[in-house]
């Protein structure tokens, strides 16, 4: 297995178009979460899944972001009519979800980058 | 908001001992302290965590204060690879605990 993958890694759009980001997990995870990072800030947390459900999503930025995970597998993140302001790293994560404090062991992607021009 | 306060920035000699500060006066009973690192143009990279016990493994050792209201991370002989921005994180375990990040320490590493 080879971690996390996020693709595209770049990505340049214009302003009002649609981007969609696709995260592949650590196979035998079930849990997985997106981040978004701008510059100079930590990562902030946006939405996770359990398996194919989707237990939180109330830190999503606004109803032009929202994200899927149809399988339980991979999944994707959608920003539909993209602002200057959405440009950010995209992070995805991924752990195996049990009780205590492993669950909060998160295996990160590298990330995908979005520039909105 | 991030419930640690780490100072902004740090630099440490290679060869010689990182130790970063982090306080979380405000953690409750049942929360752990984990720390990830982040190095430039990367994913964070989780390092440790702890509850009470100091935890040492083969990246770092982690010391948890009596009160729990402070840790220290100490990096035992600093890299140049070692140079990344360093955070913090209180949170519950299980299905509780999503992890919040706030800005962390960049620990700069110089020759």
């Known amino acids: 297995d080879t971690g996390v993958s996020q693709d595209p890694r770049h990505k340049i759009t214009k302003r009002g178009q649609n981007v969609t980001f696709r995260c592949d997990p650590i196979?035998?995870?079930?849990?997985l979460y997106w981040y978004r990072q701008t510059l100079g800030q930590g990562p902030e947390f946006l939405t996770y899944f359990q398996n194919e459900a989707q237990l939180e999503k109330s830190r999503l930025l606004s109803d032009r972001f929202s994200a899927e995970r149809p399988k339980g597998s991979f999944s994707t993140l959608e920003i539909q009519r993209t602002e200057q302001g959405d440009s950010a790293m995209y992070l995805c994560?991924?752990?195996?979800f049990g009780q205590g404090a492993g669950a909060n062991v998160l295996t990160f992607g590298a990330g995908s980058r979005l520039t909105v021009l | 908001d991030a419930k640690t306060t780490q100072p902004p920035s740090m630099d440490c000699a290679e060869g010689r001992a990182a130790n970063l500060p982090c306080n979380h006066s405000t953690i409750s009973g049942n929360e752990y302290v984990y720390w990830y690192r982040q190095i430039h143009s990367q994913g964070p990279q989780y390092i440790i965590h702890g509850l009470k016990n100091n935890e040492t493994n083969e990246m770092a050792s982690l010391i948890i204060t009596e009160d729990r209201k402070s840790s220290t991370l100490i990096l035992p002989h600093a890299t140049l690879r070692d140079t990344a921005v360093y955070y913090c994180?209180?949170?519950?375990?299980?299905?509780?605990?999503?992890?919040?990040f706030g800005k962390g320490t960049k620990l700069s590493v110089k020759p």
């Open positions: 994560a991924s752990t195996t």
């Open positions: 196979s035998e995870h079930n849990r």
């Open positions: 994180i209180v949170s519950l375990g299980g299905s509780q605990g999503n992890l919040i």
